[in-house]
């Protein structure tokens, strides 16, 4: 990409990764757009920078399309969720979201982002260490998470004629609302207190420690850099060396 300032689209840009994602783009000096469903956390995420929000839902194909009444130079598919559960436990609806909003979602923002992109784009989707092996009573997760996986992948070799590169980051367990819901629903299973719940969730990363936002965030910046112009459906792991 040539030109001196892009444009940045970000979905779930409200809370947690996505937030911090917005903050490290604008502090380059891009022009950042953040999505999500609800306005209050957008209007907070903009945290003094000049950030534009706009409110949609990736579930929705009309309002992701509405995203994209103008092209991005760089386009992160970050809106996600999920909940634990045991596979026997698991609801059809449970699943059901959790795979429309993972992987629906980002297919539908891959999808309209590539139909206005210009040629030297990028196209990032935050993806997880879930993505890359399984794990006890998140099979949903992982599943709509492995899937994002063989979307960045095929999108890849499509778009790779094209200047466009197709990328995933893989975080481990961010120190975001996610986690602390994890860790609330360790606690509440095994009737244990919150430091053991913790360092339960963070026991695979050999660091023993949450991934910061911020880490996350400096690897999309990466991507998104003159320098990984030849990175192209790759799955980049920021977990401390998990996986």
Known sequence: MTQTTRRILITGGGTGIGRAIAHAFAGHKDEVTIAGRRPEPLAEATGGHRIETRIADVTDEAQVAALFDRPFDVVVANAGGGKAARLTDLTLADWNATLCVNLTGTF????E???????????????????????ANIAAYAASKHGVLGLVRSVAREVAKKGI????ICPGYTDTEMAEGAAQTVMARLDIPRDKAMSMITGGNPMARLI????????????ASPGASSVNGHALSVSGGEV
Not at 108 to 111: D, E, G, P
């Open 108 to 111: 539908l923002t891959f999808r």
């Open 113 to 135: 982002a590539l139909r206005v992109m210009p040629g030297g784009g990028r196209l990032i989707a935050v993806a997880s260490t879930a993505a890359l092996q399984g794990s």
């Open 165 to 168: 590169t197709c990328n995933a």
């Open 212 to 223: 910061a936002p911020q880490e996350v965030a400096a690897a999309a910046l990466f991507l």
